[in-house]
């Protein structure tokens, strides 16, 4: 292997080190029921009208369990965003993301949580629609993006392909997801996510069928350097009935992916995109390096 690309996986391994601690200190205000926070109106002070009382700063609290108002006074704020984490991870993971997400305007956010205990991802992906349903509902808004880590990604494809959410998605965004499957970590075939995250499983025929009319933009971010996606090209869409937009990460990890900073911003312009007439934005091939 060459200098460069030792150093390169040596830098991505310190810093996937360094997320996962962090990981492990956020876990638990991640356990908290998830909610969908207007996170402009608290800091501009609006959410004292607004709610009628004082509130925390979500962000400051790592998004606490508090139930935000259904609507925004103006209805502004973009369309919905609906983050789904990864296997055995919680909405924590997306605390960076969220502040981004913030000030790029994107007023709500919410992120959808599945028990780590679910033994099927058509499960999760059944869950996440009526949750989507529940958020058209409070916002009034007919459609939603939808960003997805790891398993995440896949589950929110699930939906969007094979349960009609394709009606209800404009762009959905997936990190380092197993679209072909992966062959880490054999030994935890024993879960039965892990087991329909394997190449050639059920769940990922299903996938793999056609999807004609399927209006949904998709974009996938995959990482030359990703340690859980075995081969790294997995996480590359590849599909005739899609709408596919895939995005190369150089210099970063798995576990990197929803924290980075030029990933959040190649997520915002992917978001922007979107905000196009359905079926417009690029597709095909991009680079991202952060190396």
Known sequence: ???????????????????????????????????????GLYRSGLHRSVLGSERRDPEAVADASEDPPATLPDGGGGR?????????DNRS????????????????VESFDYSPFTCDLRTAA??????????RERTGRAEVDLVGHSLGGLIARYYVQRLGGDTRVRTLVMLGTPHEG????????????VRQMRPGS????????????????FVSFWSD??????????????????????????????????????????????LDAGEAEAGEGPTGEGTASVA
Do not use: W
Request: charged share 20%.
């Open 93 to 108: 993971v997306f605390l960076l993301l969220r502040r981004a997400l913030a000030r790029h305007g994107r007023a709500r």
């Open 182 to 193: 992966t062959t880490v970590a054999r030994l935890a075939d024993a879960h039965p996510l």
């Open 126 to 135: 059944e869950a996440l629609g009526r949750r989507i349903d529940a958020v």
């Open 225 to 270: 350097l990703d340690q859980i996606m075995v081969p790294v090209e997995t996480a590359r869409l590849a599909h005739p009935d899609l709408l596919v937009h895939n995005v190369r990460v150089s210099g970063i990890g798995h576990l990197a992916l929803p924290v980075h900073p030029t990933v959040a911003t190649g997520i915002l312009e992917a």
């Open 202 to 217: 059920e769940v990922l025929r299903e996938l793999a069928a056609p999807a004609q009319g399927c209006r949904t933009r």
């Open 1 to 39: 292997m060459e200098l460069a690309k030792v150093t390169a996986l040596m830098k991505a391994t310190t810093l996937e080190i360094a997320i996962l601690t962090g990981r492990i200190v956020l876990y638990p205000s991640g356990l908290y029921p998830p909610g969908l926070y207007p996170s």
């Open 80 to 88: 919905p965003v609906v983050l789904l984490h990864g296997f055995v």
